[in-house]
């Protein structure tokens, strides 16, 4: 059998496509496991006889086609024959995987007049079924004389030549269901003619009919109409057809059949308002939970959700892990397993509970409660009323309150909120003594709630754990920068992205150099994710490294760009490097692709971008940097950001650096109030959906009074003589508590380069801002090294000394030899 062709239009004619179906599902092992009250009507046999049975014992299919029977269309085969034909019994034993089709005549013994025997004329579709459920064939089935009398219980009796008369013309056949108009309505109503099964199970198998064909009529090949169940047309003609019956045996005197009194029916329509009511219930349900991936709204909508269209009271308890926003729970619960009470709803009066069960209390429960049943189980756990006894054993875990006139008498559903087959937590339904008691059918609902509610939930927790993950590493590698630095002060700030998952790869950094310098650094990672914060700290501390290494601005960023490309071609990134010398009052700069820093003067107020070479990318490699030097004045303040606080999507990033540099000469009585400003200033532009990194750098310099300068010749006189410089500067600058110390680590290191180098020069530098600075200078590249100097050893004890009585010390390499510092503390005043 052949597929309806993509794209060509179903034709909606007059005919309705309404018609009761039978619906028959077989498993793998041939067995019928669903049977229908449509198949019931349809073929005579009960469903509690069906299920269970081979299929072959109650669908006719080994009937022999007639070498004349007529074949019509494409899509199906007309013939009088006593069975469904080789099509379908080639689908029940499982050799095709395709959808088949066709038309036939049963005979239906004793349903004539006077107990004779009459022709059913079948119409039937198969689709074979694939997925984890034990599923394997899906037989849908109708009375194709049913079609005439639908349409005039519909008030459309047939006319010679019109659509009742086209019956006996009529195929079966499939169609792409977006071919016909009102497709989606009637693939929403296809659940409701399959078993009673979870969404899940329901939606994979609508969504194979949909793929394989929707199922239709045809009545020619360009006169096809979609089918449409209609419980109600097939009851409307049922009743109006046991009327007939009943009315014909009452006017030949006959007693009327209790069957035809329609009890039965109005039974199962009874029950299938209850279904339906409650399918609406969960489809609601499902459409007013998990709007939000916040934890704790999503746990209120849930329990929200139920009440009070479904119970009077719901409390919901999740697992430690859960509410902390930790990883998945390890393990099955036990007794000692603490149960947080994360939210109570109820009907009654305000206040009643909240004493009793407060929200936020934690508790474990005992092995003979239904609460630890459920948990262990994963099942619901169904109490029609909550007994004396049963309530006195609850009452035990509440100390000094009592909550038996709260649950006694009541009906109650524990349900469990479950992910991946791991327990979250546990919702305790409650209905008032007045309502009826939760039955069968309100566990199966229950037990579906809490399925969603559990997938709900577990995904705000993985959302919340995530972040806090993402939060973790982002502060964990976002360096802690001191406010105070050699003659400049500092303040950062850091905003995470807008969009989900909200690491990034934004940083910024502040590294001591000799000479009392300090390098300024900002930088953005392409992209965002966990990546891109690992890749951020790598491309961090390799700035570091080169930068203690004290290379010049443009070597760094070519040193980092090969980096980049070692680690991988994925590597890209922006970075913008200034080094601030405050005693030469001079900023020396280099840029890879980043935004260009602003600088606001001193004397005038005015800010300005600075017109830097660009460059390229880090990471794109094979392109030069180049640096600039620009002089700078004490109280200029320097301000480095990432896009992100200038781009916002649909806007030209032209708009977004003006309104920085505007903000950033905006006078504020801080360092912190002026980044505070300037957040301000930007963020409130709406769509930044980028992480932001700014740094604000206000350039204090230092004086020249405030430093000190010798050259010394490469001599051992030269040593006392260094010593006597230092001690007589610190006292004209009133530092005489840290003369001792000075005196004997400027005596270490000048010795050092007196016995150990090879320099022709020693240069010595003090230099006073918020420590004491002490620099040796000389022309030997060679750095020193800390030994570990035994009792007996005449070196090695030197820079012991230094380590031991400096705040900080370090060694570097110049363009000409090394510098080797160390800082002292200024005496508090």
Same mark, same amino acid.
């Given at each position: ?493 850091? $905003? &995470? ?5 909200? =690491? %990034? /790869?934004?940083? +910024?950094? *502040? !590294?001591?150099? #000799? ?96 017109? $830097? &070479? ?5 990471? =794109? %490699? /094979?392109?030069? +940097?180049? *640096? !600039?030097?620009? #002089? ?198």
């Amino acid at each position: 059998m052949e597929r309806g062709t993509p794209g060509e239009p179903v034709t909606q004619s007059a005919a309705s496509g309404r018609i009761p179906l039978a619906v028959v599902v077989v498993d793998g092992a041939g067995l019928v496991s669903h049977w229908s009250v449509g198949a019931r009507r349809l073929f005579g046999c009960a469903k509690e006889e069906a299920v269970g049975r081979p299929v072959g014992d109650l669908l006719p299919v080994h009937g022999a086609i007639p070498e004349d029977r007529e074949p019509y269309g494409a899509y199906g085969t007309y013939g009088a024959v006593d069975g469904l034909g080789p099509d379908l019994e080639t689908s029940l034993d499982g050799r095709i995987s395709y959808p088949a089709t066709g038309r036939a005549r049963l005979t239906e013994p004793g349903a004539g007049p006077d107990g004779g025997r009459t022709r059913l004329d079948v119409l039937w579709w198969a689709y074979p079924l694939v997925g984890p459920g034990p599923e394997r064939l899906l037989v849908l089935a109708a009375d194709a004389g049913r079609l005439a009398a639908a349409d005039e219980a519909r008030g459309e009796p047939g006319e010679p030549g019109g659509r009742a008369a086209q019956v006996e013309r009529i195929a079966p056949g499939f169609a792409l269901h977006t071919d016909f108009p009102g497709a989606d309505e009637l693939a929403a109503r296809l659940p409701e003619i399959l078993p009673s099964m979870s969404v899940g199970e329901s939606a994979r198998i609508v969504a194979q009919i949909l793929e394989l064909g929707y199922p239709v009529l045809e009545f020619s090949h360009q006169d096809r109409v979609p089918v449409t169940p209609d419980w109600g047309v097939a009851r409307r003609v049922e009743r109006k057809e046991r009327k007939q019956r009943a009315a014909r045996a009452a006017a030949h005197g006959l007693p009327v059949p209790e069957a035809l009194h329609g009890e039965g029916d109005e039974g199962e329509d009874i029950e299938y308002t209850a279904v339906r009511e409650r399918l609406e219930f969960l489809n609601e349900v499902s459409g007013r939970i998990g709007s939000s991936l916040d934890l704790s709204r999503t746990i209120l909508e849930v329990s929200r959700a139920v009440v009070p269209r479904f119970t009077d009271v719901a409390g919901t308890y999740l697992r430690e892990q859960v509410v902390a926003g930790e990883g998945f729970p390890e393990g099955p619960p036990d007794e000692t397993t603490l149960w947080h009470r994360v939210a109570v709803e109820h009907t009654d009066e305000p206040g009643r509970w909240d004493d009793v069960v407060p929200v936020g209390e934690s508790m474990p429960f005992p092995a003979h409660t239904p609460f630890f049943q459920c948990m262990t189980s994963g099942d619901p756990v169904l109490v029609p009323r909550i007994t004396e006894e049963m309530g006195n054993a609850i009452a035990s875990q509440f100390e000094k309150r009592d909550i038996r006139p709260l649950i006694n008498h009541r009906s109650m559903l524990v349900v469990p909120l479950k992910a991946r087959n791991v327990v979250l937590g546990f919702m305790i339904l409650l209905r008032h003594r007045e309502r009826p008691v939760f039955n069968d059918m309100d566990r199966v609902t229950g037990a579906e709630l809490a399925a969603r509610a559990g997938l709900v939930l577990d995904n705000a927790r993985m959302y919340t754990y995530q972040e806090s993950v993402a939060d973790t590493l982002q502060d964990s590698m976002l360096p802690h920068i001191q406010p105070r630095m050699s003659g400049c002060d500092i303040a950062t700030r850091y $905003l &995470p992205g807008t969009l989900l998952g909200r =690491v %990034g /790869g934004d940083w +910024f950094d *502040s !590294v001591k150099l #000799p000479g009392s310098r300090t390098a300024l650094v900002v930088g953005d990672v392409m992209g965002h994710g966990l990546n891109s914060a690992a890749m951020m700290g790598q491309l961090r501390t390799a700035v570091q490294t080169m930068a203690a290494l004290d290379l010049p601005p443009e070597q760094l960023l070519r040193n980092l760009d090969d980096l980049a490309q070692r680690l991988g071609e994925h590597y890209l990134a922006t970075c913008l490097y200034a080094v601030y010398d405050p005693i030469a009052g001079a900023l020396h700069l280099a840029n890879a692709g980043h935004i260009p820093p602003v600088l606001v003067r001193a004397d005038d107020g005015r800010s300005e971008l600075l017109d $830097l &070479p660009t460059g390229a990318p880090i990471g =794109v %490699g /094979g392109v030069p +940097f180049e *640096s !600039v030097l620009i #002089p700078v004045a004490p109280g200029d303040r320097l301000l480095m950001c990432t896009d992100g606080l200038v781009e916002v999507r649909g806007e030209d990033i032209g708009v977004g650096l003006a309104t920085l540099t505007e903000s950033a000469a905006h006078p504020a009585a801080s360092m912190d109030d002026a980044c505070d400003t300037i957040i301000r200033a930007l963020n409130t532009r709406g769509g930044r959906k980028d992480d932001v990194a700014l740094l604000m750098a206000r350039l204090n310099g230092i004086a020249p009074e405030d430093v000190a300068l010798w050259r010394l010749a490469v001599d051992p006189s030269e040593v006392s003589r260094a010593r006597e410089l230092v001690a007589a500067r610190l006292r004209a600058w009133s530092l005489e508590p840290l003369v001792d110390a000075a005196e004997l680590l400027v005596s270490e290191l000048v010795t050092n380069v007196v016995r150990h180098s090879r320099s022709s020069r020693i240069d010595l530098r003090l230099v006073r801002s918020g420590v004491l600075a002490c620099e040796v200078e000389d022309d030997d590249q060679t750095l020193p090294t800390l030994l570990s100097a035994g009792p007996a050893d005449e070196f090695g004890r030197g820079l012991r000394v230094v380590s031991a009585l400096a705040k900080e010390w370090g060694t570097s390499r110049t363009r000409t030899g090394k510098t080797v510092w160390f800082e002292l503390p200024l005496p508090r005043r």
